[in-house]
Structure formats: structure tokens, C-alpha cells
């Protein structure tokens, strides 16, 4: 697995080797003891979780203030724009964005640490999203910081279209209204 850092610390962009041929592909998706060297990240993932969603479908960003969750991304069918937020209050990367394309074409896989606001927006006519999580879901701990604050700035990939959210993400909060982590 090649490990690409990214301007925020602790966030990973990770490509496994793919194997291909005329028949298809092969790629290892996970393994723990390659994640571990590669990273230097030792945390157990406890739960699997699959979205599909359709173009301009945009989720985030998410986050639990407690029970913080770490989350490996990854797209399977489809493409999508995702990207991660600090929201670690003592880090010299608060509030600071990045973003990337994950695809079914380019195998990418994003780490995304705890203390980190989550969210992606569909560039393809669908996606299915697949995520490891390192705690459960907690939807009372859930929070969300709204996806078009100014203060973030984030260079969604909207090319015209308005996004489809969902009632909690359109209620997201600005960062300067927001919990966030010490």
C-alpha cells in the first residue's frame, strides 16, 4: 500500500496495489498488520457501513463529539468528492479542509482520524460509499458542521447543481457555532 500525506496531519490518502488484467482485478482492500506499518495507526475497526447515493447526493460533515469514530473511506461503484475537516481546536490545522476523488477507477482509500468532520458530494450518476468505523454509531453524540459554511471554503465540485442534503445536514452549523473537539 502506498501512503500519500496530506497538509493536515494525521490524514492519509492510501492506495492499495491492484493487480489487473483482461479478466478484471485484484486488490487487497484491508489488512490490518500493512495499515498498521504503513500508518502507525493500531485502532480496532468495529463496524462496516454502505451508502448509495445519486449524483449531487451530498453527506456531511459529520462527526460524534463523543465516541469520536476514525473512518476508512472508500468508493466500490462510482465516484465521489470527499473530504475532511479539522476540528481538533488545538491543532495548527483547525478548521483547514482537504479534499480528494475516490473512485472505483482509482482504488484510492481516505483515513480519516478522529477529530475530523466527514462528508462527500456524488460526481458520478451513483456511488456506493463503503466505510470502516473504529467506534459505533452514536447518533446522540452525532454533530454536524454545514457543508457551505464561508469560513471553510470548501471547493465542492458542484458543476451547477444543487445539492440534495438531508434535513439534519441542511440544519448543520457553522464552525464558529459548532462543538468541536480540545
Known amino acids: 500500500m502506498r501512503v500519500i500525506p496530506t497538509a493536515l496531519p494525521d490524514l492519509l490518502v492510501l492506495e492499495p496495489r491492484v493487480f489487473g488484467d483482461a479478466r478484471g482485478f485484484f486488490m487487497e482492500s484491508w489488512n490490518e498488520a500493512e495499515f498498521r506499518q504503513a500508518t502507525a495507526v493500531a485502532l480496532p475497526f468495529v463496524q462496516d457501513n454502505h451508502s448509495r447515493s445519486s449524483r449531487g447526493v451530498l453527506r456531511g460533515l459529520h462527526y460524534q463529539i463523543e465516541n469520536p469514530q476514525g473512518k476508512l473511506v472508500r468508493v466500490v461503484r462510482g465516484a465521489v468528492f470527499d473530504v475532511a475537516v479539522d476540528l481538533r481546536r488545538s491543532s495548527s490545522t483547525f478548521g483547514r479542509w482537504f479534499g480528494v476523488d475516490l473512485s472505483e477507477d482509482n482504488h484510492r482509500q481516505l483515513w480519516v482520524p478522529p477529530g475530523f468532520g466527514h462528508g462527500f458530494v456524488v460526481t458520478s450518476d451513483s456511488a456506493d460509499f463503503l466505510y470502516k468505523t473504529t467506534d459505533y454509531y452514536a447518533p446522540q453524540h452525532e454533530r454536524c458542521v454545514l457543508w457551505s459554511d464561508p469560513a471553510l471554503a470548501i471547493a465542492w465540485p458542484l458543476?451547477?447543481?444543487?445539492?440534495?442534503?438531508?434535513?439534519?445536514?441542511?440544519r448543520g452549523r457553522l464552525l464558529a457555532d459548532a462543538e468541536v473537539f480540545p
Open 159 to 170: 458543476d451547477g447543481l444543487t445539492p440534495q442534503l438531508s434535513d439534519k445536514d441542511r
